[in-house]
Nanobody, 124 residues
Framework: QVQLVESGGGLVQDGGSLSLSCAGSGRTFSRHVIGWFRQAPGQAREFVAALSWTGVNTNYADSVKGRFTISRDNAKNMVYLQMNSLKPEDTAVYYC?????????????????WGQGTQVTVSS
């Protein structure tokens, strides 16, 4: 069993930066691929980024490539999402999730554990 808790959301201006954190618990947390997803009002939840348990393999949505960076510290059971050059269209509830699939390209349906989400609002 893995529990996930996101933090770090808030209000930021267009072009600003924000760093999200995902705190994990459970003996096997460090062996999971961790992904970030987001859901804007009235829209389906979408993939943002994923990171392998080794921290070597990454996958990013085209919309965030070059602006967002995912990283992890397995010693602290933490995963981070650094978001730079934020745009109003990045406004959403951001969720971290964990999968045992071993693949950073896994679809949402293969993620076994989810956090409760943290709100990110980018004002224009």
């Amino acid at each position: 069993q893995v529990q996930l808790v996101e933090s770090g959301g808030g209000l930021v201006q267009d072009g600003g930066s924000l760093s999200l954190s995902c705190a994990g618990s459970g003996r096997t947390f460090s062996r999971h691929v961790i992904g970030w997803f987001r859901q804007a009002p009235g829209q389906a939840r979408e993939f943002v980024a994923a990171l392998s348990w080794t921290g070597v393999n990454t996958n990013y949505a085209d919309s965030v490539k070059g602006r967002f960076t995912i990283s992890r510290d397995n010693a602290k059971n933490m995963v981070y999402l650094q978001m730079n050059s934020l745009k109003p269209e990045d406004t959403a509830v951001y969720y971290c999730a964990a999968t045992r699939s071993g693949h950073v390209t896994s679809p949402q349906s293969e993620y076994d554990y989810w956090g409760q989400g943290t709100q990110v609002t980018v004002s224009s």
